[in-house]
């Protein structure tokens, strides 16, 4: 297995809140992530208001600041190329929501050599871009018109624009292609399902008669009294389901790139949209259901889904034959990171898919 590369990014102080220093271990970061949410008016994240006929500002090899129209403002958000192909580009979305890029950075060593362009991006409200501390733009309407202010930035088009989505970018992927679909030349679809309450019925039915009984239990009365930002909450979803079902190692032998990740993930974001934990979601996209609109979506379509992941592998292969040109990549041991925990397989068949519709 080969080991990701370290990126030089764009920090700033004032976007280090001071708490999230304390969270460098993956079960402290987890732990901490609620209370993170409650102390949040201690350290308000940083909002900016460029001119808003700005232009995208490289800020250092391959890293592009883009600024995004909204109805809040103008807001910059952060790009950074890597690899160079006249045909094959591709424009990452993380998960989350309000994750950053850092754990898709995995991808960069095998997309560039293979001849792919890629491109990490943070999406608005994530640690590298901004931060603009206004519950209105957490909508999906409004994240899919980011990606196409970001797409015609970068000069991506139907002829070479390949979008990927991983979890949370899956949805928003899903979104884009059925706005925006005439833009695509490929979509790749990464451990999400069509609709979340069919990932709660899963995660109901399947995943949680998994997990020990008395740490359920405990899990649910945390839960039910909101004590989200005791320790013991997250300490038990660790043990009990993230090493199971979102990456499968112990925590402390997480990757750099994951345990980055947690570490700068905006809690007012991620709990708004998905809820406090990744046993379920409860929070603005309970509702979201896409299942019968897929057979919208004409672009070249890959669904890759794992035996271990949060979501419904079964499901997923479903997704991929109910799209007009739909294929599935199936990682038999991995889990919601199957980049990491059945890597080859993974990028194998991402390589494999992305070379294949340019051969068209």
Known sequence: MKTSLKFQLLRTSEKENPMQRAFMTVPGILAGLLFLAACSQDAPPPTVDSPSAAPAT???????????????????????????????????????????????????????????????????????????????????????????????????????????GQSWGGILAMEYALAHGDQLKGLIISNMMAAIPLYNEYAEEVLMPQIDPDALAEIKALEAAEDYDNPRYMELLMEHHYVHHILRRPADQWPDEVNRAFEHINPQVYVLMQGPSELGAS??????????????????????????????????????????DGKYLYCPVGSHMAMYDDQEIYMDGLIRFIREVDGR
Not at 291 to 320: F, Q
Request: aromatic share 10%; charged share 25%.
């Open 283 to 324: 929070g603005r996209l309970l509702e979201w259901d896409r299942t019968a609109d897929l057979s919208r979506i004409e672009t070249p379509t890959l669904v890759i889904g794992a035996r271990h992941d949060t979501m419904d592998p079964k499901h997923m292969e479903w997704m991929a034959n109910e799209l007009p």
């Open 58 to 164: 490289v800020v250092e090899d391959g890293v592009r600041m883009i600024p995004i129209q909204t109805p809040k403002g103008t807001f910059q958000v952060w790009t950074k190329k890597i690899g160079d192909s006249p045909r094959m580009k591709v424009l990452l979305l993380h998960g989350g929501p309000g994750a950053t890029h850092e754990y898709l950075e995995a991808l960069a060593e095998y997309l560039p050599a293979a001849g792919i362009e890629m491109y990490l991006y943070d999406q608005l409200g994530s640690f590298f871009s901004d931060q603009p501390d206004d519950p209105d733009l957490w909508e999906i309407p409004r994240f899919v018109d980011e990606v196409e202010q970001v797409r015609q930035a970068l000069g991506l088009g139907p002829d070479d624009f390949y979008l990927y």
